[in-house]
């Protein structure tokens, strides 16, 4: 059912990095984005794959982990993604929003959540550096958001919010990721 598909779909922080994902999945998750709605149909973003080692440090140096949790430098190594999925916007297609890259990098999401994976979505990206780790012509293209993909070892756990509560996840002393979510009667009016 899709609630339970939406349900497993959480922000995964950290994976076992020694599974490692293919391109030909990669390939896969793309082509459901292929297959989601673009404003106006002008399917502007591109994509560069990621699953190979080199490569995946290179991304991975350019992301910022997790702004609630203020200790935490991000996954340490074997604790990392073991794939990403770089969403780049072509400057040269006029679009008549930014929304492509959302729905886009949830479909994608959704599908590895489907395939037994997780992943997390970054927008606090260090775009310029990652341009030029991964040569990314920054006259024609520029980074929209990047998607982390691995097996998930964390355990996330969904929270009712209190009317009025704090939206920040934090983690307990048992490291258990908890993200709070406003009830359904709060947001429907």
Request: proline share 4%; net charge neutral.
């Amino acid at each position: 059912m899709m609630l339970d598909l939406v349900k497993k779909n959480r922000s995964y922080r950290r994976y076992f990095q020694n599974v490692k994902i293919s391109r030909e999945t990669l390939v896969e998750l793309v082509e459901l984005a292929r297959f989601s709605a673009s404003g106006g149909n002008m399917q502007p973003l591109r994509f560069i794959l990621s699953c190979e080692e080199e490569m995946n440090a290179k991304v991975f140096s350019c992301l910022k982990w997790a702004m609630f949790l203020k200790d935490w430098a991000g996954p340490q190594e074997g604790e990392r993604p073991s794939a990403y999925i770089v969403m780049i916007k072509d400057k040269n297609v006029n679009t008549p929003n930014n929304l492509d890259a959302g729905i886009m990098a949830q479909s994608m999401l959704l599908g590895a959540v489907e395939k037994g994976l997780g992943g997390c979505m970054f927008g606090a990206i260090n775009k310029p550096l990652l341009a030029e780790l991964l040569k990314i012509d920054q006259e024609k293209y520029e980074i929209a958001l990047v998607v982390a993909l691995g097996s998930p070892k964390e355990k996330i756990v969904i929270d009712d919010l209190p009317s009025g509560g704090d939206t920040r996840y934090w983690r307990d002393e048992n490291n258990v990721h908890h993200v709070p979510k406003r009830n359904l009667s709060d947001l429907i009016l």
